[in-house]
Every structure is written in structure tokens, then in C-alpha cells.
């Protein structure tokens, strides 16, 4: 099928559409721009795919660039830190072998990098626990596998199963920040409070939040995600120039299932 | 894109200076996220692109070879990696209309004029191949040379899917009336 017959039937020959969109572009020589303004003189149809394509080209040139999430730079740098942790940049005789790195970035369900490979890791395990609760052993191991070293360092947990809401809520630091690493399953609405006022800290982002169901509210101190089913996703914090250790109280953290509290707790950045 | 600038960051990168691969993401950071945006028209997906392809780049930053312009490699490592994506998609869950849509979150809502979004509706209907040119083109300012050299494609070839790309996003744009002359077929 030849290009002209794909982008639809046109009055204009394609020798004066391959001078116009040329003209556009500004790659015409001197003799070329004088044929092309001849043509453009003696043909009304030239002239009004002359101006449409002008329009067009103008508008996209135009179209404003997007403002990357806000977690973002901070995400990536943090992955890209713990990667190097892993695997030191200065090539060595492993340099080409495919790693535990390589594997997961080049498989199917690496949507979301590590965050959702946990979530994986997480998912199998709960559909081999059918409905029943997350048990301390399932979550251990959960991440224990994959995560063992990309997780960060552990500095608080907390874990509840109740007959509408199991969870589990991991403190962690990593890379010079702080994460909540939260495990969710429901079959209804959950809501996780996470209240980090006076603490010397502000919210870096959020990553591995199902984007169809999950939404996201900061303020002042508060970060307030919604969700519902499964879900496994990081808080990122980070702490500000005025974080003073000796000032610390504890991270509060609440989860609503359909609007009901169904648990509390404190969670302590241990020095 | 400046050549010399980036041979230098990537040679610090090389030997794990933090400070230039921070000063590498920060330089490349927005044009990579909008590149894959406007190649997947979804927030999310050009975000987790953008993670990837810096863990990719910072994995095989030793293997680069700096005969090749830095902004070529990143952006064809970009390319691939919104393609992939693409594919993906397409294989795991087919998206309905409205989860395909570029406007689905309340910030794209109030982000774009009309026409901004009709444009970014008809640049989405292209397929992969003509999508690719245009984006590079026209939102990441590159000449035919530097498509040709990130998309590893003869410049023959990208002025062609680019002129075919052009037209159907103008047919598709004035049958939707965004340009005043539908009284002409074209």
C-alpha cells in the first residue's frame, strides 16, 4: 500500500506535498521555494493544504510540555542510588551478564519497578492464601525474597488482619528517605491516613499506587490515600533542613475500610 | 543536546560520581517523561517509562559509546521503551476508550485547550511508526538526521512516515472540524 493511498485521496500530487511539508521544515533550497510559490500561485487546493499543514505543524510545535509527576525526580533518584548499591557502575567481567536487575526491568509485570514487584510477590501470595488473613510467615517472606536488599533498612512495622481490611505497614529508610511501604487487601474502599506533622518532614511522592483506583490528597503533614482491593505502594518522606533528631515523635498512621477505623498505629524512626 | 556537557556527565557518571548522574536526570528528566507521554498519552505509563529508562541507562552507562551523541542514545532507549510499553498494554488489557484517552485525570482536564487535545486525540489514532517521527519532531525539536540516528531509520524513511503522519493527523483533525476548511476535501 503506497503512502498516498493510506493518508487518504488528495487533489494535491505528491511532489507538492513533499515540497510543502519540506517548505515547513525549512529544507528547501532557493530554486525549490520559487517552484514551490509558483505551484502554490496556480492552485487554490496547494494552497489550502498549504495552510491546514501550517496549522497543524504550528500547533504541535506548540503544544505545551507536560510537568513530570512531582515524585518523580526524587523516585528515580532513589532507584537509580539503590541500583547502584547493588550493582557498582564501574564495568566489571558481570557487566553483561542479564542480573536479578536486568531480569525484572525486561519482565511482563515490571509496569512499575520494584515497587510493584514486591506488589507481586505480595499477590501471589494472597491468592495462595485464598481469602484467608496474611499470616506474620506469608508477609515475612513476601518480602523477604526479591526485596531482601533493594528494600532498605527496616525501622518499623505494623501488621493487622480484621474481617474487612488485612494490611501491613512497613517503615523503612532508604537512600536519605524515609518510606511507608503499605500492603493492603479489601474487598471495599480503604482510606490510609498517614500523619507526619512537627516531624521535620515533607512528602517526596508516592510510587506503585494503581492509577484506576487509587487518589492521593497531601496536606499539611497529611498524606490521605484512597484505594481498594489489593494495593502496595510507597510514601516517600524526606526529611527537611530543620528535622532535628531529638525532636522526633512518631509517625501516626490510620486505615478506614468502607469509612470504618479498623486500625491505628505509631511507627518510630529508630536512629 | 549539548554534546560536549554530556560527554562530561557521562564521564563522571562512569565513575560514580552521584552529583553528575543527579545533573544527568535533571537535564534529561522533563524531555524524556514528555517524549514518552506524548507517545502513550497517559500520565502514569510516561511516568513508569521515565523511571526505567534512567535505571537502564545508569545500568549500561559504561557500555555507551561516546562516538554517538548521549541525547541520541537516551531518547532511542526512551523510544524503545514507550513502544514496549505500548505493546504491553495492548497484550496484558486491552484499555477501553476512555482509560486510553489522554485526558482521564483531572489535571490533563484542565491542562490543554481544545485544540491541544484534539491535536494530541488524532496524534494518538497514528499508529506507532508515524507517532514516533512526529513526537521527535515536532515535541522533542529534533532535525531528520537525529530521528534517523535515534530510530536507526535512513532519513528517507522519517521524511516519509513524517509527511504521511502530517497528512492523516490533518484529515483526522479537519473531520473533526478543528480547521476551518472541511468546505475542501484534502
Not at chain 1, 106 to 132: D, F, H, K, N, Q
Not at chain 1, 134 to 141: A, H, M
Not at chain 2, 10 to 21: I, K, L
Amino acid at each position: 500500500m503506497s503512502e498516498h493511498t493510506r493518508t487518504g485521496q488528495s487533489p494535491v500530487d505528491q511532489h507538492s506535498l513533499n515540497l510543502l511539508n519540506r517548505g515547513i521544515d525549512g529544507e528547501l533550497s532557493t530554486a525549490e521555494r520559487a517552484e514551490l510559490d509558483e505551484l502554490l500561485s496556480k492552485s487554490a487546493d496547494l494552497r489550502v493544504v498549504s495552510e491546514a499543514l501550517k496549522s497543524l505543524t504550528s500547533t504541535l510545535d506548540g503544544l505545551p510540555e507536560r510537568e513530570p509527576p512531582e515524585y518523580l525526580h526524587n523516585v528515580i533518584m532513589s532507584r537509580v542510588l539503590a541500583s547502584q548499591e547493588q550493582a557498582p557502575l564501574a564495568k566489571s567481567s558481570e557487566s553483561n551478564k542479564p542480573g536479578l536487575f536486568s531480569a525484572w526491568l525486561s519482565a511482563p509485570w515490571a509496569r512499575t519497578g520494584l515497587a510493584v514487584a514486591a506488589g507481586l510477590v505480595l499477590t501471589v501470595g494472597i491468592y495462595r492464601t485464598g481469602s484467608e488473613n496474611l499470616s506474620p510467615e506469608d508477609t515475612s517472606s513476601m518480602t523477604g525474597t526479591i526485596m531482601k536488599d533493594l528494600k532498605g533498612t527496616l525501622l518499623d512495622s505494623t501488621q493487622f488482619n480484621t474481617k474487612w481490611m488485612n494490611g501491613k505497614a512497613d517503615l523503612l529508610r532508604k537512600s536519605g528517605f524515609l518510606l511507608v511501604d503499605v500492603y493492603l487487601k479489601s474487598d471495599g474502599q480503604t482510606v490510609t491516613n498517614l500523619d507526619f506533622s512537627g516531624q521535620g518532614l515533607e512528602y517526596a511522592g508516592i510510587n506503585g499506587l494503581q492509577g484506576q483506583t487509587g487518589d492521593v490528597v497531601t496536606e499539611n503533614g497529611l498524606v490521605s490515600v484512597s484505594s481498594s482491593g489489593q494495593q502496595h505502594y510507597e510514601l516517600w518522606l524526606k526529611h527537611t533542613a530543620d528535622f532535628q533528631v531529638d525532636s522526633q515523635t512518631p509517625l501516626r498512621l490510620e486505615f478506614f475500610a468502607n469509612d470504618v477505623l479498623v486500625h491505628e498505629a505509631e511507627l518510630v524512626e529508630t536512629q | 543536546m549539548h554534546k560536549d556537557k554530556d560527554a562530561a556527565l557521562v564521564h563522571d557518571c562512569v565513575r560514580g560520581d552521584r552529583t553528575a548522574m543527579t545533573q544527568l536526570v535533571n537535564q534529561y528528566e522533563r524531555p524524556v517523561f514528555n517524549a514518552a507521554y506524548r507517545i502513550l498519552g497517559n500520565t502514569d505509563d510516561a511516568a513508569d517509562v521515565t523511571q526505567t529508562v534512567f535505571l537502564k541507562v545508569f545500568e549500561h552507562i559504561a557500555d555507551y559509546d561516546p562516538k554517538f551523541r548521549f541525547f541520541s542514545w537516551i531518547y532511542r532507549i526512551s523510544i524503545n521503551e514507550a513502544l514496549s510499553q505500548v505493546k504491553k498494554r495492548r497484550h496484558q488489557e486491552p484499555l477501553a476508550d476512555s482509560q486510553a484517552s489522554p485526558w482521564r485525570s483531572p489535571e490533563e482536564h484542565l491542562e490543554s485547550k481544545k485544540l491541544c487535545n484534539r491535536v494530541q486525540g488524532a496524534l494518538m489514532e497514528l499508529n506507532e511508526d508515524y507517532r514516533t517521527v512526529v513526537v521527535l519532531k515536532h515535541m522533542s525539536g529534533c532535525s531528520y538526521r537525529q530521528i534517523s540516528e535515534i530510530l536507526q531509520i535512513p532519513e528517507k524513511t522519517v521524511k516519509s512516515r513524517l509527511y504521511s503522519a502530517r497528512q492523516l493527523m490533518k484529515n483526522s483533525l479537519q473531520a473533526t472540524g478543528s480547521y476551518g476548511d472541511t468546505g475542501r476535501q484534502s
